[in-house]
Nanobody
Framework: QVQLVESGGGWVQSGGSLRLSCAAS????????MNWFRHTPGNQRKLVAG???????????TYADFVKGRFILSRDIAKNTMYLEMNNLTPEDSGIYSC??????????????WGQGTQVTVSS
């Protein structure tokens, strides 16, 4: 089993910054991919940023158009952790941010895991 735990959410004024973390733990042999999603009222889920199935090398990072130039994706492979630095936030960035991870477990099983999410609220 693998667990994903997000942290770093909170309340910030427009123009402010937050840094989210997504830490994976458990029976992990290798992480192939990790992504951040945003959930908004009406249950819309949008991909915010991800590693393009290249978590090990980190050379295929992708960003949604609505965060390009403002958000920065990074990772610490040794800690199985992904970060999302969010800058110049606007109220439209508000929502629940969750992460997923495509994991190869120690028993060679491949599974996709999701975290519970962390709330981000940006006030105008």
């Amino acid at each position: 089993q693998v667990q994903l735990v997000e942290s770093g959410g909170g309340w910030v004024q427009s123009g402010g910054s937050l840094r989210l973390s997504c830490a994976a733990s458990g029976s992990i042999l290798r992480i192939n991919d990790m992504n951040w999603f945003r959930h908004t009222p009406g249950n819309q889920r949008k991909l915010v940023a991800g590693f393009g199935a290249d978590f090990a090398n980190g050379e295929k990072t992708t960003y949604a158009d609505f965060v390009k130039g403002r958000f920065i994706l990074s990772r610490d492979i040794a800690k199985n952790t992904m970060y999302l630095e969010m800058n110049n936030l606007t109220p439209e960035d508000s929502g629940i941010y969750s992460c997923n991870a495509a994991v190869v477990e120690e028993n060679q099983r491949r599974r996709l895991y999701w975290g519970q999410g962390t709330q981000v609220t940006v006030s105008s």
